[in-house]
């Protein structure tokens, strides 16, 4: 099968899913949507933005002087702690209350900076924050979830350009999650209790076509099963199940691996590249989770340049995610302009 040429799906074994790839098409003319480019780099401190140190933020609330990286909670939060239980079953509509926590996290006081300009010192750094709040709000004993995750970016919804992501914590697990929970489960069940990941990761480094970048802990690919144009998961290569697990030199590797990936999107079309990128991390339930295997997902959405954005519509929203520039080619377009 000529998977350069052919229209052909391609199976997601996390989510269980289908993805059509019609390669051929990457040759027709674009005269489509153009996003306006992003402006000018932004100053080292913003006094009229609501994250850098010493500010009054949108509720009201001021700052402190934060040297490193700061948390607090969100002023405007998609979930309360406080939610009482409550619910409606009415045949087909069927609702429930959902309890959450949700804060942010500025990665620097420096409002210049992203995750691709910061050193590997300064991301180590925001790694050990987001295992203490893994390990704090996992510990919760309501909370089922906790998603780390970055909006990078105004395309991708960024409310401020202050370097900073979120962080959620639910009472019940989300549905990604509770996908791949099932199919690591289910792989496990068929291959005498394999992991999914570890397998698909020894494929990957067997064929090396959708490498981008690799160190001794993590490895970043353009999934075999990418739906985005420059999509991109980064798998630890020991089987590790949280943040918690690492040790220093996956903490060190996986900082280095943050600032590789962040620096060679912006390499791609010389922009700060936009992402939406989150940490999938074995649920916080009380169960051990053995099968579950650490990893991140990039979903970028730029196709073209810096100014023609892939969207998800008419086919892609009825039936089945379509893409044109298959992963291979994505993954040696990464591999040119990886890093600084």
């Known amino acids: ?48 933005c609501y994250l850098c140190p010493g500010n009054e933020r949108a509720g009201g609330v001021r700052n ?22 409550a619910e409606l079953n009415d045949g087909l509509l069927y609702a429930r209350s959902e309890r959450g926590i949700c804060r ?79 199919s690591f489960r ?47 998961l980064v798998i630890s290569r020991p089987h590790i199940g949280a943040l918690t697990d690492f040790r220093d030199q996956e903490r060190t590797a996986l900082a280095d691996m943050l600032k590789q990936v962040a620096a060679t999107y912006d390499n791609l079309f010389q922009i700060t590249f936009p992402y939406s990128m989150g940490f999938h991390q074995r649920p916080t339930d009380g169960e051990s989770h053995a099968e579950w295997h650490w990893h991140a997902h990039y979903y970028p959405p730029l196709l073209r340049s810096a100014t023609v954005r892939k969207f998800m519509v008419g086919y892609e929203m009825l039936c089945t995610p379509q893409r044109d520039i298959t992963p291979e080619l994505a993954a040696a377009r990464l591999r040119e302009v990886r890093g600084r």
């Not at 003319?29 to 006094?47: C, I, L």
């Not at 402190?64 to 239980?85: G, H, I, W």
């Not at 394999?194 to 160190?215: H, M, P, T």
């Not at 999934?223 to 999509?231: D, G, K, N, T």
């Open 1 to 48: 099968m000529d998977l350069h040429d052919t229209p052909h799906h391609r199976f997601n074994p996390l989510t269980r899913e289908w993805v059509l790839v019609s390669p051929h098409r990457n040759q027709r003319p674009w005269t489509g949507k153009v996003e306006a480019s992003q402006g000018e780099k932004s100053p080292k401190y913003d006094p009229k």
């Open 64 to 85: 402190p002087n934060y040297q490193s990286t700061f948390v607090f909670e969100n002023d405007f939060p998609a979930l309360r702690p406080d939610t009482p239980k």
């Open 104 to 182: 942010v996290v500025c990665f620097s006081p420096r409002h210049d900076l992203t995750i691709g300009d910061m050193e590997p010192a300064e991301i180590a750094r925001v790694i050990d924050v987001w295992t203490d709040q893994f390990r704090e709000l996992g510990a919760l004993e309501w909370v089922k979830h906790v998603q780390i995750f970055e909006n990078r970016g105004l395309m991708m919804g960024a409310s401020n350009p202050h370097p900073h992501g979120q962080i959620w914590a639910n009472a019940m697990l989300p549905n990604e999650p509770a996908r791949e929970l099932d």
């Open 186 to 232: 289910q792989h496990a069940k068929v291959h005498g209790g394999k992991c999914l990941l570890c397998d698909y990761l020894a494929q990957e480094l067997s064929a090396r076509q959708r490498i981008v970048y690799e160190n001794d802990g993590f490895v970043a690919v353009v999934p075999f099963w990418a739906m985005w144009p420059f999509e991109v």
